[in-house]
């Protein structure tokens, strides 16, 4: 019989007699139905296969090593079991994205209507597809599929998960925002933007949904923000309690008349600023134009805005146009889109303090000869 220990952690050891090889695991590291019970020196006795909590643990240990001798799937789901399965997910997780030297890991097919119109990557590396007309496809952290539904819409637009099993969806073609159990396929709740008091806000449609803050945050029932546009081009962004799916509050009403009052494309929730960044660009003959903001989500008010007219290229009185722009919650930055200049990218660094916030801005150029030059700082 062999030995295999649990980690480098000091604790309480608890011996496991899985299939007649003994373990030596920390009962901290352990599933409660594990861990509970007085120490006893006759092991736990657990009918399961040796050779999976061997190739769970070595592949803990050494997340650098040979891939293992079984599927990601059948290790993950061993690993569920005796409570290892964020460890086990962290270790074979692959290493931080780099877009200099970025390649394809997998590809994902939906066996019908393979027509992927939005996406929903989760943080343990799970995934909600939305394709074809209406169908949801749910893939587990090692990307297999687990399960297929159709919603009662017609083309889903935006897509977000929320933990540990629900599915927030909008549409373009259809009101309101719609939360779906995704691994039983079943609608939950609906959410609608109403105003009793302005007959103009009915209809109204999901633009985009915020992104769920990182598994580590400090705020995990941080609300659901969802960018809501009625027919009238009434927009607002809708803040939704995760617990009772329920609004609780508007932000940044806009009426939508002009470009810089449009519903926001792209809205991402800074929890540790308390802050939400929401943006729009439109294109048309002239080029791009459009605008970032930030808003306070206790105020409701904007803290720092920058909008940018069209026309790039023809004259440095037009500003600096944006094709597209996006944040990166953990640094604190963000990123913008040139289309001014040929494969260029505009990087803002959001510093913010008790009384002030501003942004540095540096320009990267891709190219065979591409350099990163820093320039003035806006405040």
Avoid at 39 to 65: E, G, H, N, Q
């Amino acid at each position: 019989m062999g030995t295999v220990g649990g980690g480098g952690r000091s604790g309480t050891m608890k011996q496991l007699n899985v299939g007649g090889k003994l373990f030596s695991l920390e009962a901290s590291s352990l599933s409660l139905s594990l861990s509970l019970g007085s120490p006893s020196p006759t092991p736990t006795f657990v009918d399961r296969d040796p050779a999976l909590l061997s190739a769970v643990l070595a592949a803990i240990r050494s997340p650098s090593s040979a891939a293992p001798d079984f599927p990601a799937r059948v290790l993950l789901d061993e690993a569920s079991f005796y409570g290892l399965h964020a460890q086990l997910l962290a270790a074979l997780s692959p290493p931080p994205l780099r877009g200099f030297s970025a390649s394809l890991a997998s590809t994902l097919c939906p066996a019908s209507e393979p027509f992927p119109t939005a996406l929903a990557p989760h943080h343990d590396g799970s995934l909600c597809l939305a394709h074809g007309a209406g169908l949801v496809s749910y893939y587990s952290p090692a990307l297999d599929h687990h399960t297929t539904f159709r919603t009662h819409l017609h083309r889903i637009t935006s897509l977000r998960q929320l933990p540990p099993r629900l599915a927030v969806l909008g549409s373009d073609s259809a009101p309101g925002l719609h939360v779906y159990d995704f691994l039983d396929g079943e609608h939950v709740a609906s959410v609608q933007w109403l105003d009793p008091t302005d007959t103009r806000v009915s209809k109204a449609k999901v633009v985009a949904v915020a992104a769920r803050p990182p598994a580590d945050a400090a705020d995990k029932n941080s609300p659901i923000l969802a960018t809501f546009e009625c027919p009238h081009r009434e927009n607002c962004i809708l803040a939704v309690d995760p617990v009772t799916l329920k609004p609780t509050q508007e932000i940044g009403r806009q009426s939508g008349s002009a470009a810089k009052s449009s519903a926001p494309g792209r809205v991402v929730h800074l929890p540790a600023l308390g802050l939400v960044f929401a943006s729009f660009v439109s294109s048309g003959t002239f080029g791009y134009s459009g605008y970032m903001r930030l808003w306070d989500i206790r105020s409701g008010n904007v803290v720092w805005e920058t909008s940018e007219p069209g026309g790039g290229g023809r004259s440095s009185r037009f500003g600096d146009p944006f094709a597209d722009a996006d944040v990166d919650v953990k640094q604190q930055a963000i990123y913008k889109d040139h289309e001014g200049a040929q494969e260029a990218m505009a990087v803002f660094c959001v510093v913010t303090g008790l009384k002030f916030l501003s942004a540095e801005r540096m320009d990267w150029r891709f190219g065979p000869d591409w350099k990163s030059t820093a320039t003035t700082q806006v405040n």
